[in-house]
């Protein structure tokens, strides 16, 4: 088994097939300008001891991608939890930057609600 790099865990974070199928079925319905729409998901992978996350957000029929691992002391003791979190927030942060007024936020964990 090929050794898994810290390059290789972002991807796999950031492409859950799940997500890949909302996103083409969201790509063929949903086009406004007046809102964006966004799918995050966590993740933790114990032999690098990291969490990451990653999302695609669609606005005006463009399609955004973002993705981030990290390790942060403070954070890896919620392990898919922190992914989970920081996800919706690099969400928003991403709206924004881009003068995004609303957003429809898909994700799985749910206190993310709390």
Not at 43 to 59: D, K, Q, R, V, W
């Amino acid at each position: 088994m090929p050794a898994i790099t810290e390059q290789t865990f972002y991807y796999v974070a950031a492409a859950g097939i799940v997500l890949l199928i909302l996103i083409l079925i969201f790509l063929n319905r949903y086009n406004s300008k007046s809102k964006a729409i966004c799918f995050v998901d966590g993740s933790f992978y114990e032999p690098l001891n990291m969490y990451s996350y990653g999302g695609i957000l669609i606005y005006d029929g463009e399609v955004l991608e973002f993705a981030e691992a990290g390790s942060d002391e403070d954070m890896i003791s919620m392990r898919n939890v922190a992914g989970e979190i920081l996800g919706a927030k690099a969400a928003m942060e991403l709206c924004l930057q881009n003068n995004i007024a609303e957003l429809n936020l898909f994700y799985d964990y749910e206190g993310i609600e709390k």
